[in-house]
């Protein structure tokens, strides 16, 4: 019988929200389409076709827990798995916080994963930490860089990155993934938007594929900073019952737990969450706080499962609380109202209409100060109760948290009706 790892299920309850998960299901379609553009990228590069290089690019989006971030992780993971030989592509992971920050860092980490092999660059880079000048992201590590060597002839734009390392010194193709892309700046002349364009056009001519990974607002974020045409947009949303259910027993033979028995209520476990990634992620939290009692230790068959859903679903309604900005507080009537009459084939001028059927003077009613209302739609975006489909439809991504916002807006009172119409959209 498999010994129960307790300390790694103490380990997994003090994990954060967007930690990688010890067990990785689904998404298949969306992976499988990227490592193959990967792949396509090197041959199309080393068959002499640079010119088919461009317009590559791929835009992951979701509301926030669609598991953008973990898709990102994995797909590091399985290109690690292709064999050298073959020109493995590697993945060079970045958020726009930090590619706006030192874009030059950026491209230093792009010259050493395509000059090196990058199990003895991650290496080098892991053996920096004596004199550590900041921490970057590599994939799933997290490593120093020596500031002494990190500065050192470092490249200050695409031009000198290929100049010191010209296309027929590339050894591997580079998937450039950029994390929380819908927080870039808007300016198409920005010396970040510049490389974005750069890279997108493959007027570099060089092996690199980008993945930008954001909120549902991240295409056209991509269109405002001149990334236009080509532009292949996949959107991730809640898994699929089957897969839920597989994530859930996943997780427990990771930790050594025996489910042969309990199939059903594991299942019913799973379902409880909808599908949602981050809300698999509370309810397995729950689990694991229960499955560490003394008095359970480690045993499914001494689970309390409603107290565990019980404990699960306070820690979502937290998450929708934190959710919740100041705007949306200030305007949860509105919100209330606007996701009551919502329905799927509202698209965004749908949706301006919705909210000036609703806005009243009255206090919970307005929109938020300094905010029109395409500003709030964008908000609301921002915030994940709003997702475009891929006919630009919008909806709410998570069923239960549109109930939530609803309840939250009730009872609210009966302000006299105004006329409906719609704002010019900016």
């Known amino acids: 019988m498999t ?5 790694g299920l103490h380990a997994f309850i003090a994990s954060s929200e967007g930690s990688y998960p010890p067990v990785f299901v689904g998404r298949e379609p969306e992976l499988n389409t990227l490592m193959t553009a990967a792949r396509e990228t090197w041959h199309l590069f080393r068959t002499g076709q640079s010119g088919s290089l461009s317009k590559r690019t791929h835009i992951v989006h979701g509301a926030p827990g669609a598991g953008k971030s973990t898709l990102l992780w994995e797909l590091d993971q399985r290109l690690h798995a292709v064999a050298p030989e073959t020109g493995r592509p590697r993945l060079l992971y970045t958020n726009s916080a930090e ?16 000059r090196l092999d990058a199990d003895n660059w991650q290496q080098r ?8 000048s900041g921490s970057i992201n590599f994939g799933p590590f997290t490593t120093s860089l020596d500031p002494d060597d990190s500065l050192h002839g470092r490249p200050q734009t695409l031009g000198q990155l290929r100049e010191r390392l010209p296309p027929d010194r590339w050894q591997t193709p580079v998937v450039l ?7 870039i700046g808007s300016s198409e002349q920005s010396p970040v938007s510049r490389l974005l364009q750069a890279l997108h056009e493959a007027s570099c001519g060089l092996p690199v594929m980008l993945v930008l990974s954001g909120l549902g607002n991240s295409p056209d974020q991509a269109r405002k900073i001149g990334l236009t045409r080509g532009l292949a947009v996949t959107g991730i949303g809640c898994l699929s019952e089957e897969e839920a259910r597989a994530l859930v027993r996943g997780w427990c033979r990771h930790y050594g737990l025996d489910t042969d028995e309990h199939g059903t209520e594991i299942d019913h476990f799973a379902d409880s969450t909808g599908g949602w990634p981050r809300h698999l992620h509370f309810a397995l939290q729950a689990l694991a706080g229960e499955l560490v009692r003394s008095d359970v230790d480690g045993q499914l068959s001494r689970v309390f499962w409603q107290g565990v859903m019980n404990g699960s679903m306070d820690l979502r309604r937290k998450y929708y609380y934190d959710q919740q900005s100041p705007e949306m507080q200030a305007s949860a009537y509105l919100v209330a109202a606007l996701m009551r009459d919502l329905q799927p084939e509202r698209g965004p001028i749908g949706v301006d209409r919705l909210i000036h059927r609703h ?27 709003l997702h475009p489909g891929d006919d630009s439809s919008l909806s709410c991504p998570i069923p239960s948290f549109r109930d939530f916002l609803i309840a939250q807006g ?9 006329p409906d119409g719609a704002s010019p959209q900016p």
């Open 3 to 7: 010994e129960v790892d307790l300390d």
């Open 99 to 114: 590619l706006e920050m030192d874009m030059n860092m950026v491209l230093e980490r792009m010259e050493g994963l395509a």
């Open 125 to 132: 880079l892991k053996t920096m930490a004596s004199r550590v």
């Open 177 to 183: 993934a950029i994390d929380e892309f819908q927080n």
């Open 359 to 385: 806005r009243r003077k009255e206090s919970g009613w307005r929109l938020p100060d300094g905010m029109s209302s395409w500003d709030f739609q964008s908000h609301l975006i921002h915030r994940g109760v």
């Open 410 to 418: 009730e009872p609210a009172p009966a302000p006299a009706q105004e």
